[in-house]
C-alpha cells in the first residue's frame, strides 16, 4: 500500500465523519469516541493474528485492511496521520530496534 493510497483514505475518512452517524459507518465510530474506536483497532488486531496464525491469506488480507481502515480513524481521530507515522519510521531508520526501544523513556 502506498502512501498516496492511505493519504486518500484518510481523505475520505475525514469527509465522511461530516456525515450523521446513522447514514455512515466511519462517522458512527467518531460518534462512539476514542475508546470505542481503539477497541476497533484491537480487535481487528486480533483477528489479523488469528487470520495469519490459521495460515489463510485471503483471511489475512482482508482482516489486515479492516486493521488499517480502523488505526487511520483512531490516527483521525487523534488528530494524527500516517504521514506522521512515516515520519516517525524515517526517524528510526538505521537504528537498531533494541537500541530505540531502550531510549523509549520509561512510563
Same mark, same amino acid.
Given at each position: 500500500?502506498?502512501?498516496?493510497?492511505?493519504?486518500y483514505i484518510?481523505?475520505?475518512?475525514?469527509?465522511?465523519?461530516?456525515?450523521?452517524?446513522?447514514?455512515?459507518?466511519?462517522? =458512527?465510530? %467518531?460518534?462512539?469516541?476514542?475508546?470505542?474506536?481503539?477497541?476497533?483497532? $484491537?480487535?481487528?488486531?486480533?483477528?489479523?493474528?488469528? &487470520?495469519?496464525?490459521?495460515?489463510?491469506?485471503?483471511?489475512?488480507e482482508?482482516?489486515?485492511?479492516?486493521?488499517?481502515?480502523?488505526?487511520?480513524?483512531?490516527?483521525?481521530d487523534?488528530? =494524527?496521520? %500516517?504521514e506522521?507515522?512515516f515520519?516517525?519510521?524515517?526517524r528510526?531508520? $538505521?537504528?537498531?530496534?533494541?537500541?530505540?526501544?531502550? &531510549?523509549?523513556?520509561?512510563?
Open positions: 500500500m502506498s502512501e498516496e493510497t492511505l493519504a484518510e481523505s475520505v475518512i475525514a469527509e465522511r465523519r461530516k456525515a450523521s452517524p446513522e447514514d455512515s459507518y466511519v462517522s =458512527s465510530l %467518531f460518534h462512539r469516541g476514542t475508546a470505542h474506536i481503539a477497541q476497533k483497532v $484491537g480487535e481487528e488486531a486480533v483477528e489479523t493474528v488469528i &487470520a495469519a496464525l490459521a495460515q489463510d491469506k485471503k483471511s489475512l482482508s482482516e489486515a485492511a479492516d486493521l488499517i481502515f480502523h488505526l487511520a480513524v483512531l490516527l483521525a487523534r488528530g =494524527s496521520s %500516517f506522521n507515522v515520519s516517525e519510521l524515517r528510526r531508520e $538505521g537504528i537498531s530496534g533494541h537500541a530505540e526501544k531502550a &531510549a523509549r523513556p520509561k512510563p
